[in-house]
C-alpha cells in the first residue's frame, strides 16, 4: 500500500466523516509525533474556509441519537453513559437537540470522554444561550479534543 493510502486509512477518520483533514495534513508534510499531527490537523482545519468548518461541525452526530453515528462516536457515547439516559434525560437531550440545531444550524458538540450524562446535560443547558460566533468556535474546540483522545487511543 502506498504511504498516502495508509496513512489516510489510519488517520482519515480522526474528524468525523471528514477525511480532508487528514489529507491536507499528510500534504503539509513532516509529521514524526503525535503533537505534529495533531498540531497539522488543527492547522488544515483552521486554513479551511468557513464554509468547509461548518460542513465539519455538521458532519458530527446529534447525541443521544444513532444516527449518522461512526463507530467511534457510538463507542465514546456509550463511554459517557449516554446510552443509559433516563426517559426525562432522553427527553431533554432530544429537546436540547432541536432547540440548539434550530438556533445555530449546527448539532451541539462536546468531547464525552471522562465526563458523564449530568456534566453533558449541564454544558448543553449551559451552552445553549451562548452567541453563534462562541458556539461555531466551542464546537470547533471540542472537534479537536475529541480528534486528541481519538489519536492517543491509535497510540
Known sequence: MHKKEEFLKTYGGIYEHSPWVAEAAYASGYIDTLEDLQDAMKAAVANASHDKKLALIRAHPDLVCAEKMTQESVSEQEGAGLNH???????????????????????????????????????????????????????????????????????
Open 85 to 155: 439516559c433516563t426517559p426525562e434525560e432522553f427527553a431533554e437531550f432530544q429537546r436540547l437537540n432541536v432547540e440548539y440545531k434550530r438556533k445555530f444550524g449546527f448539532p451541539f458538540i462536546i468531547a464525552v470522554k471522562g465526563l458523564t450524562r449530568q456534566d453533558i446535560l449541564h454544558a448543553f443547558r449551559n451552552r445553549i444561550y451562548n452567541g453563534a460566533v462562541a458556539e461555531f468556535e466551542n464546537a470547533l474546540e471540542q472537534i479537536h479534543k475529541i480528534a486528541r483522545f481519538r489519536l492517543m487511543a491509535l497510540f
